[in-house]
Each structure stands twice: as C-alpha cells, then as structure tokens.
C-alpha cells in the first residue's frame, strides 16, 4: 500500500553467504559486517538483526548517522565502528555510546582524547594507515610523533584496531600496488609494536582482499558486498570458481525487487510510445506500464533496453524510462492483466534476472545499483 514497489530480503539466502565466508576465515577471525549505504540498499533494519541471527556482533559504517540508525536496531553488547565521517560533536556521542572510530589523523586524535578526558570514558579507537589508497590514514613519517602522542596519552583510548583499506583488490590489474599496501602495513604493524604499543586487532581485508589475499584476513574481516550475496568482480568469481570446484557460485542474491503492472493497452502500427521518438510500434502491440521509473532507482539508461519478467517470460523495455514509469512490451504473452507480478530483479518462475545483467545494461556497479535503490522502497524478509 502507497509504494509502487518493494524488495524481498532472502533470509535463506543471508545465512548461506554468511556461512561460506566464515567458513573462508575460520572460527577465530572476528566478522565485521559492513552496513554502510542502508547494508548496500538491504535496509539495515533488515540486515543487522539477521546479521546477528547469523551470530555476527561487529557492524561497519561511514559515518555517525548511519552508527545511529544501526544502534536503533542492534542487540545491546555489540559493536558498531565508524571508519569514515565524525564532526566534534560525534565524537562526543561516539565515545558515550562506546562506538569504535577510525582515527586517521591528529587533529581527530587529539579531540578524541580531549573528548575522552572530559567526559572520563575512554574513546575505542582504530589507527588508520596509509598504505596506498591515498584516501584517508597516517603516512609513516607521522607515525613517530603519533607513537610518542599513544604513549602519553594512554589513560584515554583503548587501541582496539590497526588498519588499512586496499585500492582495488578485486583486479588483478593492482596486484602489484596490492602487494605494496601488504608490506607497508606489515611496516606500520612492526613499529607499533617495537614501540610497546599492540592493538587488539589487526584488520584491512574487505571481500576481495578476503577472497583472494588470505594473508590479509588477519584478526577481522570487514565484509560488505560478498555478504549480500555478490561478488566483488567477476575476476574474484573466477578465482574462488576454481578453488571451490564443487559449486560455481556459493553465493546467493538475497535481494529481489517487484512491482506490479498499472495498465494494460494496446498501441496501433506507427504510433510512438513514451516521450519523443525513440521506439516506434511497426506492428499492433500489447504493452504494460509499470510505476516504477527513474525516480524509483530505475535507471533511464535502460530506456529501450531493460528487460523485467511478467508471468515467467522476459520482457523488454520499450521507450523512455520516465521518472515514475516505464513501458514494457507484452505482446506475446497471453493474459497479462493489472496487477500481475513484474520482476525487475530476482526470479520469476524459471527465469532470474540478476544484479549482474542489470549493472551491465545501466553501465553501473553492482555496489552503486544497490546503495540507489531507495531507501524508501519498502523491504521485506522472506522466509
Ligand atoms: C574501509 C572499508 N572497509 C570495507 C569495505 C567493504 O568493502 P566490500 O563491500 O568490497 O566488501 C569498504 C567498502 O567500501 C570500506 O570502505
């Protein structure tokens, strides 16, 4: 009622991912599931209770506000840990609530201690390093001067993580810069503890680096996009394809996104259909309108060349992709009526539409598809 589609969150689906991945890292490596985007556009009112279902207790974010939303959802006693955006007055609250944050730079350390003195708790911090992404940590010649800063100001923090992100281990292409990042985060981890200082964890691998560099797996693994379901790049695919020779894809698409048909009509020979002039029926046609369009996370590059299942058959976008509608072509299919069932992702009968053909169609990631679905699409879990 009042949306014009919805997404189906697969339970089944969820624990099957979460059970291959843990069983990559083994039993002793903390899994961090990532949630960041509304849990990559799952909504993370569905994902962290089923995280937790799943027996996972540690939850990534970018940044405070999406910390509070899964605080609203999370079971007490577990974790939540931002590794992006925190203004001062974050801080405050981040260190009240006992949310761990990356610190990756003095002046976020030295308000965190200043915070932490204040208010008499300490702050649950993670060293970010630089070590070749070139976004955000501290470069190794400050790591000196923040060495002497851990020490002095020791009463303050807990030194729960040491960390780093790679810059795209999901292509062989940066195999080399990969390997580069490794090393120099072996350095880092080397004068920290020279230096008396060890943290709790070690942790840089996101999925790619987990599914392919085991090496990185260290004490947590930070898993966003694997855990719903889809492989990083077809290139990690390929790689875990032939080590685990039993299954080609142990990974399951928890998320199916439906709509139903609005309108059913008919179009005469040499009418146009949609804005402008961009498909022209040359014959008598049945076509179907489906509320969903741009506006709904639809993208108008799939104008003339979407496709979306109705009745089991795939059928094909015809016309512009408007902003809250797009047209179908159902010519072929006997019966299809307002109100009948349209997948626009996910499996109808005996055929699926994937994530896959979808990003390929809309020249998109499958990591940008999902964090633009909107947040206001109602999600349910199937059982
Ligand atoms: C710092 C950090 N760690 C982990 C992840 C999860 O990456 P993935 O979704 O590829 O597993 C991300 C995602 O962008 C990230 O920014």
Redesign the pocket.
């Known amino acids: 009622m009042f949306n014009t589609s919805y997404i189906e969150i697969s339970r089944k689906a969820y624990m099957n991912n979460i059970k291959y991945l843990k069983k990559i890292i083994g039993k002793d490596v903390i899994f961090s599931s ?1 949630v960041k985007g509304n849990a990559y556009g799952h909504g993370v009112e569905n994902v962290v209770p089923l995280a937790e279902e799943a027996g996972i207790q540690h939850f ?1 974010v970018f940044s405070a506000k999406e910390a509070n939303d899964v605080l609203k959802v999370m079971s007490p006693g577990n974790q939540i840990m931002i ?1 992006g955006l925190l203004d001062d007055a974050e801080i405050e609250w981040a260190i009240t609530n006992d949310i761990e944050f990356f610190v990756f730079d003095m002046g976020r350390f030295e308000k965190a201690i200043e915070t932490a003195r204040m208010l008499r708790k300490k702050a649950i911090i993670h060293i970010e390093v630089e070590t070749g992404f070139n976004r955000t940590g501290f470069m190794y010649e400050q790591v000196p001067e923040l060495v002497d800063f851990m020490k002095r100001e020791s009463d303050h923090f807990v030194f729960q993580g040491l960390c780093t ?1 790679y810059a795209g281990a999901e292509s062989l292409a940066n195999y080399l810069r990969i390997k580069n990042q490794i090393t120099l985060f072996r350095k880092f981890s080397r004068y920290f503890t020279r230096h008396g200082l060890h943290p709790t964890l070690r942790h840089t691998a ?3 680096a987990a599914l392919t560099y085991p090496n990185t797996i260290m004490d947590m693994v ?5 855990q719903y379901g889809f492989w ?1 790049s077809p290139e990690t695919h390929m790689f875990r394809f032939r080590r685990d020779t039993k299954e080609t894809n142990p990974l399951r698409r928890m998320l199916s996104w439906k709509s139903k048909v609005m309108v059913v009509k008919t179009v005469e020979p040499g009418e146009f259909v949609g804005y402008g002039s961009s498909f022209l029926a040359n014959k008598k046609l049945k076509i179907a309108i489906i509320p969903v369009g741009y506006a709904n996370g639809f993208s108008r590059a799939l104008s003339n060349t979407g496709r979306v299942l109705i009745k089991g058959r795939r059928v094909p976008v015809i016309g512009t992709v408007t902003m809250n509608t797009m047209t179908v072509n159902v010519t072929d299919i006997p019966n299809v009526e307002r109100g009948d069932e349209v997948v626009i992702i996910g499996k109808q009968k005996r055929l699926s539409i994937s994530i896959s053909s979808f990003c390929e169609m809309s020249d998109q990631l499958n990591y940008q598809l999902l964090t633009r679905l909107p947040g206001d699409i109602p999600r349910f879990i199937a059982k």
């Open positions: 990532v990534s590794m992100h996101c999925s790619a930070r898993f966003g996009i694997s990083p």
